[in-house]
């Protein structure tokens, strides 16, 4: 079976390396590669993504960059690619997420708890979908005894 994954949270750490585990692991079954990206790092984005394609020796084709907004509706994604992803998606990994502690609260809970609330509710519109996976970074501070 072929898949056909989408990832948020490009091109920060997770996902650039969650991709290459992909490919690693997966490069047999991987049709196709969609990552949301804010439209601030499209640009960042599509250099990442032709050095992952280069480092991983895979078709940079494999890629489309999506440019979108988990804190909006519909990941605020144009709609003639949000109707091609719902009914073509068939792997979610979300890995979007403000990870500062200093960050004002209103910012964190806009990205953290809204956008996984957008995300959740576009998931549930794919017609094919076969996995999802939300990551979630837990901090712990303080003097370790």
Partial sequence: MRHIYFLTG???????????????????HIDHIYVLVLPSLHETASREISLLAENNAIDP?????????????????EKDMNQ????AVTHVFHLAAIYDLA??????????????????????????????S????????????
């Fill in 103 to 132: 960050v004002p609260k209103d910012s964190a809970f806009k990205v953290n708890v809204n956008g996984t609330r957008n995300m959740n509710d576009w998931v549930k519109e794919l017609t094919k979908l076969d996995a999802t």
């Fill in 10 to 28: 490009y091109p920060g750490f997770l996902a650039t390396n969650l991709i290459s585990q992909l490919i690693h692991d997966h490069r047999q």
């Fill in 84 to 87: 091609q992803l719902k009914s």
């Fill in 61 to 77: 084709a494999t890629f489309t960059i999506v440019s979108g907004d988990i804190t909006k509706h519909e990941l605020s994604i």
């Fill in 134 to 145: 939300i990551s979630s970074t837990a901090y712990v501070s303080g003097n370790a005894r």
